[in-house]
């Protein structure tokens, strides 16, 4: 199932139910002692942060694995933290990134110091909209960690966002991405309902994914349906690359939104009314788009608003795929206007080496 801690920080006293949350998941993420440290070191500087400079947020905390350099490679378990606030942006990133530069009543570190010992870390701000920074800390060995840098070992990049209903330890939506040979394929599920039952259902459809990720997306189904019979259900897509073709093939059953940019061209790929588990159409044609070095695609819940728009100014290709999903979920949401439901955005995008 799918645990997230999601910490809305609107006050000092929740930096320390941050930290705690950070220790807490880089138990269930297998981090050692010492990542564990700098797990919460880079949530509580976060935390901080949200308070000082945007006057709040969120922080949200979960275990991913989206490595995609090898095929057929095992898992990469990561700890990831994103900071999420609609504050006034950063108006001096460069500064702002310095090793050691803080203010008065933080810890001292500094988003500079949390991208030096995060293996991961990017940032996006934008002007009276808001500031999203992401960081992983991964498991591995010292002498196997690139840090600085976007993991761009594979010929595409998978990341996501998933924000609990009501800040609930577990969502009922789940993604992940898998490759096996020169397919990689990413699923979306969002299990009916809310809570630890509707996680089981989405869960149960990641399990099937890892175990029959080579199937084409209409035959995946097909395979998840006859899994989640004994659970309530779930809306599911699946979206399958070919790598040696370049060639993108889509399916979905339930209400997971969809949609694909070719260059300026941003095109919805449709899934048919159902429930895997419950009520599968008797037909369910496959949808085929190109897939271009400047190709993005992106799944989401029904947490997002149906007509939400991608950002206009935001250079999405260029983002980490999971900071990507932020964003869309930021700009799509407020404090006025929060999620109503189990929120969940996946993306997959090109590496940067193979974008124009």
Known sequence: MTRVWYVPV????????????????????????????????????????????????????????????????????????LAIDHGPGIADVSAALRDGYSTASSLGAGLGTCRRIADDFDLQTTPGRGTIALARIRPAPEDQRRRHRPRTDGPVRAGGVNIPLAAAPYSGDAWACVRTDDRVTLLLADGLGHGEAAAEASGAALDQLHHAAHLPPTELLGRLHTALRATRGAAVAVAQLDLASRVLDFAGIGNIGARLRTGDTWRPLLSHPGIVGAHRPARLPRCSQPWTPDSLLILHSDGLPSRWTPPPSVPLSALDPALTAAVIVRDSSSAARPVRDDTTVAVLTPSPDLAP
Do not use: M, Y
């Open 10 to 81: 609107h006050d000092s006293t929740r930096v320390r139910d941050v930290r705690v949350a950070a220790e807490t998941a880089a138990g269930h993420a297998g981090l050692d002692k010492d990542r564990t440290a700098v797990a919460a070191l880079v949530a509580t500087e976060l935390a901080t942060n949200l308070l000082k400079h945007a006057g709040g947020g969120q922080i949200l905390i979960d275990t991913v694995d989206a490595d995609l350099a090898l095929p057929g490679a095992g898992p990469a378990p990561a700890l990831q933290i």
